[in-house]
T-cell receptor, first 115, second 116 residues
């Protein structure tokens, strides 16, 4: 069965620090990749997605992620975080498994940004 | 455009009872997926409905079932509730094309189910 690993469960940063959240998946076929974010008290919402093409994708609020197929990774980055980036971040993979597409989410990374 | 709505927002049930949760997708979205979110297991995929048919199913027992209506609204039912079913149940809708994967999903606020 496919799985998604987010290596950092809790990250604490100061404003203006750089951010990189790791995401690795275990599936060798074609995948669609996503990062979702859940701000305190709000719904899960899409941050960015990768379906095909340029492996460096840009999302909302200055976030970007790079798909490295050889490493089965889709790490999320932001050069300079803000206090408003405090949230829970989820990596998700959608892959064809046994004839069906089963979305699989990572366990999430809680990011706290201190002002 | 109105977002995904879920009712009720909170629910308390007793072991052995059954429960039905409702989800209204974004207008025009024909795909509705359901997830269970718990602190211990994270977000786990229950099933997806597209054009009134279950297209994908996660690894949950048969006590968890769902359906979708012609207007794309979906319901999820859990029978014979167990304490471990206490969780946040999320619904997500998507503009999925027939035969294609679930793409970008739009999530609702969830239904918090507590089983006592």
């Amino acid at each position: 069965a496919q799985s998604v690993s987010q290596h950092n469960h809790h990250v604490i940063l100061s404003e203006a620090a750089s951010l990189e959240l790791g995401c690795n998946y275990s599936y060798g076929g074609t995948v669609n990749l996503f990062w979702y974010v859940q701000y305190p008290g709000q719904h899960l919402q899409l941050l960015l997605k990768y379906f095909s093409g340029d492996p460096l994708v840009k999302g909302i609020k200055g976030f970007e992620a790079e798909f490295i197929k050889s490493k089965f990774s889709f790490n999320l980055r932001k050069p300079s975080v803000q206090w408003s980036d405090t949230a829970e971040y989820f990596c998700a993979v959608n892959a064809l498994t046994g004839g069906s597409y089963i979305p699989t989410f990572g366990r999430g990374t809680s990011l706290i940004v201190h002002p | 455009k109105a977002g995904v709505t879920q009712t009720p927002r909170y629910l308390i049930k007793t072991r052995g009872q059954q429960v039905t949760l409702s989800c209204s997708p974004i207008s025009g979205h024909r795909s509705v997926s359901w997830y269970q979110q718990t602190p211990g297991q994270g977000l786990q995929f229950l099933f997806e409905y597209f054009s009134e048919t279950q297209r994908n199913k996660g690894n949950f027992p048969g006590r968890f079932s769902g359906r979708q209506f012609s207007n794309s609204r979906s319901e999820m039912n859990v029978s014979t509730l167990e304490l471990g079913d206490s969780a946040l149940y999320l619904c997500a809708s998507s503009l999925r094309l027939a035969g294609g994967p679930v793409g970008e999903q739009y999530f609702g606020p969830g239904t918090r189910l507590t089983v006592t």
